[in-house]
């Protein structure tokens, strides 16, 4: 399965973006679903994940209550949304699948999207 993140852009403190992340050439109700971001100078983070299913959503602390990640099967996509964006928030997303159980490890994706760029703006 190949990965297509997209969504990203230049937005102020306290707005909103929601990521797409496009699924093609596979079976993307197989996968788990995760999105990790690098901002610059730093290593790259865990964010959010999502089941197959569609249920199971773990988030960091740093965007629980903010971030929701979520995905449609039907669609091939998965999604999130991030609100009360701050400029903490910035970074390359991106997003990543799995069919390890343990989908909210960086060392467990072997399947990428090529990042896309989010600017929160103070």
């Known amino acids: 399965v190949q990965l297509q993140a997209s969504g990203g852009g230049l937005v102020q403190a306290g707005g909103s973006l929601r990521l797409s992340c496009a699924a093609s050439?596979?079976?993307?109700?197989?996968?788990?679903m995760a999105w990790f971001r690098r901002a610059p100078g730093k290593e790259r983070d865990f964010v959010a994940a999502?089941?197959?299913?569609?249920?199971?959503?773990v988030y960091a602390d740093s965007v629980k209550g903010r971030f929701t990640v979520s995905r449609h099967n039907t669609k091939n996509t998965a999604y999130l949304q991030m609100n009360s964006l701050k400029p903490e928030d910035t970074a390359v997303y991106y997003c990543?699948?799995?069919?390890?159980?343990?989908?909210?490890?960086?060392?467990?994706?072997?399947?990428w999207g090529q990042g896309t760029l989010v600017t929160v703006s103070s």
């Open positions: 050439g596979g079976a993307f109700g197989n996968y788990n």
């Open positions: 999502v089941r197959r299913s569609g249920t199971g959503a």
């Open positions: 990543a699948a799995t069919t390890n159980i343990n989908y909210a490890h960086v060392a467990n994706h072997h399947i």
